[in-house]
């Protein structure tokens, strides 16, 4: 990012937390309704020093992120081999894409009943549900990359003697990275708005919970504070991820 883009971001931070000051110092706006800046830091402070229901605000966050990096990974290590042959062989294309496409639109609580049936109240059916919302935006992205690859490169491959296999991971896997990063990304942000459906049952940990639970109480600092953690722990997240495939794809944007 250049630096007139880091102004220009951190500039829009500010204005915001300047709106936020000014409409709760002026008392434009009910308390329990929107908190000010001072009384979410108060709640995050607390939470910090003696921890929310039985938990430390680590722990509600140790809880969530394991929940979605364990589906996170689990869903990139079956759905991009499986998405990459799916784009790569038709047949097997036939196969997956009617399951996939069944269930991408359903919304999470469709069908977190059934899991729960199936995997009981546990982190089990938590993770599954999170590994079915990470699985569709990485299968469908590795998908239509191969789809979208020039013929020529493949062509060219086996003009040079190159085999099925080779042609596969030669040409087809490194073409395709930058849009399987596209799609982890995304997932990764599914999977994130995903969490607090996975924490409406039965759970008494985890960010997403915590916030649900202050909810009932109309504690709209920790609601906030809740909301706040999650966006920048997303952001990281997704930092990271960029910054893996500025390393594992340099030539991205260079065709």
């Not at 936020?20 to 908190?35: A, F, Q, R, S, Y």
């Not at 919970?209 to 997704?238: H, K, Q």
Request: some cysteine.
């Amino acid at each position: 990012m250049k630096k007139n883009e880091k102004i220009l971001t951190g500039g829009t931070v500010a204005a915001i937390l300047l709106i936020w000051l000014g409409i709760t110092g002026l008392k434009w706006v009910d308390p329990n309704l929107i908190p000010s800046p001072q009384s979410v830091f108060a709640a995050f402070t607390a939470i910090l020093q003696n921890g929310y229901k039985n938990h430390t605000l680590l722990q509600h966050l140790g809880a969530s992120l394991g929940r979605l990096m364990a589906a996170f990974f689990g869903a990139l290590i079956v759905a991009a081999p499986l998405g990459l042959a799916s784009g790569f062989n038709s047949k097997i294309r036939a196969i997956w894409e009617p399951i996939i496409e069944f269930y991408r639109p359903l919304p999470p609580l469709a069908y977190y009943t059934i899991l729960v049936l199936w995997l009981g109240i546990g982190n089990e059916s938590k993770i599954a549900l999170l590994f079915l919302a990470c699985f569709a935006p990485i299968y469908v992205s590795c998908v239509s990359a191969v789809i979208r690859i020039n013929e020529d490169y493949i062509n060219s491959a086996y003009t040079i003697g190159a085999n099925r296999q080779q042609v596969f991971f030669h040409v087809v896997v490194p073409a395709c990275l930058p849009d399987l990063f596209t799609g982890l990304r995304t997932a990764l942000g599914v999977g994130y708005t995903t969490l607090v459906s996975a924490e409406m049952v039965a759970a008494t940990s985890g960010i997403g919970w915590m916030v649900l639970d202050a909810s009932r109480y109309l504690r709209s600092d920790i609601v906030f504070l809740g909301i706040i953690i999650m966006g920048i722990t997303g952001i990281l997240l997704d930092r990271g991820i960029r910054l893996l495939e500025h390393k594992l794809v340099p030539w991205k944007g260079k065709e």
